[in-house]
């Protein structure tokens, strides 16, 4: 048979930083806001994300872009739109499995059907954790601000589930 894998063998090959590896994930959530001082809107949304993450010690940093399909209602008008976004986070770790973030992503196009289309900028955070390890849960809030939207302010709380894969050369 096999010979055991020695201790020093299995802590060569285990990934010494978990969070340092590449997702791809689906995301749900929910979006309120204001287009003006007047007008609400509110409506939820779906996507797509991906992205990598890199761990130095407790700190987590990283890129990502997403694609969100948004469903909303003003003033009793359903409007749809589309949002891709480019971004980055950084956190540290609550504990091995957990990890806190922050991050700000440029919404490099809103496209609203039959309005056109405007870029902004999303600030928020969110909390992310290991459910195994290569599949992770986070739930995260983003306050969005647009262009060419006069104090359009748009708040999101989304639920991602992603899944995790390992980059050679980026893993030990």
């Known amino acids: ?5 020695s201790r020093a063998e299995a802590e060569r090959i285990a990934p010494v930083n978990p969070w340092t590896s590449c997702y791809v994930g689906a995301s749900i959530g929910v979006t309120a806001g204001v287009m003006d001082p007047i007008f609400g809107l509110d409506g939820y949304q779906y996507g797509a994300a991906g992205g990598c993450d890199l ?7 990283g890129g990502r872009v997403s ?3 948004k469903k909303v209602e003003v003033v009793g008008t359903h409007i749809d739109a589309t949002a891709l976004a480019l971004g ?6 609550l504990n091995q499995w957990t990890l806190f973030y922050g991050a700000v992503d440029h919404i490099q196009k809103l496209k609203i059907d039959g309005l056109g ?12 954790t290991m459910l195994r390890p290569d599949v ?7 306050r969005a601000t647009y262009d060419d939207i006069a104090d359009a302010r748009e ?12 980059v050679p050369g980026l893993n030990r």
């Not at 980055?88 to 770790?93: C, E, S």
């Not at 289309?117 to 992310?128: A, H, I, N, Q």
Request: charged share 20%; net charge positive; hydrophobic share 40%.
């Open 155 to 166: 708040h999101t709380f989304v639920a991602r589930l992603a899944y995790r894969f390992a």
């Open 117 to 128: 289309d405007t870029s902004g900028l999303k600030v928020g955070g969110g909390l992310e």
């Open 88 to 93: 980055g986070r950084g956190g540290f770790l």
């Open 136 to 142: 992770t849960l986070a739930l995260e809030y983003g």
């Open 55 to 61: 761990q130095i010690d407790r700190i987590v940093l």
């Open 1 to 5: 048979g096999k010979a055991p894998v």
């Open 67 to 69: 694609y969100d399909w």
